[in-house]
T-cell receptor, first 114, second 115 residues
Framework: AQSVTQLGSHVSVSEGALVLLRCNYSSSVPPYLFWYVQYPNQGLQLLLKYTSAATLVKGINGFEAEFKKSETSFHLTKPSAHMSDAAEYFCAVSAKGGSEKLVFGKGTKLTVNP | DTGVSQNPRHKITKRGQNVTFRCDPISEHNRLYWYRQTLGQGPEFLTYFQNEAQLEKSRLLSDRFSAERPKGSFSTLEIQRTEQGDSAMYLC?????????????FGPGTRLTVL
């Protein structure tokens, strides 16, 4: 079975500050890991994905995440927050083979203050 | 390629009524997923199709729920005898079966409100 825990349902940062959104996973098989962003009244958009290649993954909009197997973590970071980053962020895990369905965390709502 | 589309975007219904949602995936994608998202939660998997075959269903999918994907193209999700607990956002996603990692593309969702 797989599961995802996102620490902090709400994160607030100032514009220009570092963004750090935490994600820990549990998986009985080598996982694939994803970060999605959801803007109000919109579907989910893929930010980045880990597929067992490089442990540091770069995504869109300046986001990146590092896979740390020893810590079972896949935290999302961005060096400098922009107002347009305000949204809800979801970490998800899947396993290769079968349906490859996504198992999501509960999400973290990011607020960016001017 | 216009992405994944879902219709309707919003549906308000009375308890006990039947509703049907439609999802049109990206044209070449042979995999299709339905998820449900309630307020304050992440999306939860409901069911999965590969081409026209429904290969996996979640325990969340009660017998009031049925999904189809005729001819492996669009998909419909029907809820019979709706209950207030069915109020949620229903998301559809599609992907291409390949040796590489499965990247799912999501539609905008259908928001269901059961009064």
């Amino acid at each position: 079975a797989q599961s995802v825990t996102q620490l902090g349902s709400h994160v607030s940062v100032s514009e220009g500050a570092l963004v750090l959104l935490r994600c820990n996973y549990s998986s009985s098989v080598p996982p694939y890991l994803f970060w999605y962003v959801q803007y109000p009244n919109q579907g989910l958009q893929l930010l980045l994905k880990y597929t067992s290649a490089a442990t540091l993954v770069k995504g869109i909009n300046g986001f990146e995440a590092e896979f740390k197997k020893s810590e079972t973590s896949f935290h999302l970071t961005k060096p400098s927050a922009h107002m347009s980053d305000a949204a809800e962020y979801f970490c998800a895990v899947s396993a290769k083979g079968g349906s490859e369905k996504l198992v999501f965390g509960k999400g973290t709502k990011l607020t960016v203050n001017p | 390629d216009t992405g994944v589309s879902q219709n309707p975007r919003h549906k308000i219904t009375k308890r006990g009524q039947n509703v049907t949602f439609r999802c049109d995936p990206i044209s070449e994608h042979n995999r299709l997923y339905w998820y449900r998202q309630t307020l304050g939660q992440g999306p939860e998997f409901l069911t999965y199709f590969q081409n026209e075959a429904q290969l996996e269903k979640s325990r969340l999918l009660s017998d009031r729920f049925s999904a189809e994907r005729p001819k492996g193209s669009f998909s419909t999700l029907e809820i019979q005898r709706t209950e207030q607990g069915d109020s949620a956002m229903y998301l559809c996603a599609s992907s291409l079966l390949s040796p590489a990692v499965n990247e799912q593309f999501f539609g905008p969702g259908t928001r269901l409100t059961v009064l």
